[in-house]
């Protein structure tokens, strides 16, 4: 039995309860700052044991409802760029796919560093 099952098996009030902190947690981050919600569900899914890759995928599927929603209120807010937002979903579409491809072949460990350094990159950017 794996540290996954182990945990699972074992505190599966505890880790529902995390996970639905998380969720509120990157609720929160995604609808105030427009993106960066799936950082945290990323780090709380490796934290429970989850491979890499599981935990990134999984962090997509969470953020989509989170993407929409917010931009139903931003959207009803005036902040929309609708003139960009056309050229932006072609290039994130095929980034996407691309990204997905890209995953299947990389390392664990590749991922993780290549995620901590944009997370970096743009903190210190944004600091700047």
């Given at each position: 039995?794996?540290?996954?099952d182990k945990f699972q098996k074992s505190r599966p009030k505890k880790r529902a ?104 990159v743009c903190g210190v950017r944004m600091l700047f």
């Open positions: 039995m794996n540290i996954k309860i995390v996970n639905i902190a998380v969720g509120l947690f990157s609720g929160i981050i995604n609808g105030f700052l427009g993106s960066a919600g799936g950082i945290a569900v990323v780090e709380c899914l490796e934290l429970e044991g989850y491979e890499t890759k599981v935990s990134h995928a999984t962090a997509l599927l969470v953020i989509l409802p989170l993407s929409i929603l917010s931009v139903i209120f931003y959207a009803g807010s005036g902040y929309l760029e609708v003139n960009s937002l056309i050229f932006l979903s072609i290039g994130s579409l095929i980034g996407g796919i691309l990204g997905a491809m890209l995953l299947k072949k990389a390392s664990p460990k590749f991922i993780n560093r290549l995620f901590t350094l944009i997370i970096i």
